[in-house]
């Protein structure tokens, strides 16, 4: 099953990316799955040349601090691939 996919290029802000993530957790940490499996947030892609990698995934962990308790109530696992050269 997948609930969402989302593509987020042209070198977003801290605030930017902290905002979307935000919104995926949000949906995502509304109620466990219906029979018990773990929801899985896949972190990736291939990163263009002009995008801050450290200012993206800094509005990652900020969201993620704040989801953090409803995100282990509801059994979210995290895996992260990032690729290109920032």
């Known amino acids: 099953e997948l609930s969402n996919y ?4 042209g070198n977003p802000t801290r605030t930017e990316t902290r905002e979307y993530v935000k919104t995926v957790l949000d949906l995502m940490t509304r109620s466990k799955h ?3 499996k773990p929801k899985i947030l896949l972190i990736g892609g291939a990163i263009a040349n002009f995008t801050d990698i ?3 995934f ?3 962990i900020d969201a993620f601090k704040e989801y953090a ?3 282990r109530q509801v059994g979210v696992r995290i895996y992260v691939r990032r690729g290109g050269p920032n």
């Open 6 to 9: 989302g593509e987020y290029s």
């Open 34 to 36: 219906p029979s018990g």
């Open 54 to 56: 450290a200012k993206t």
């Open 58 to 60: 800094d509005g990652i």
């Open 69 to 71: 308790d409803k995100m």
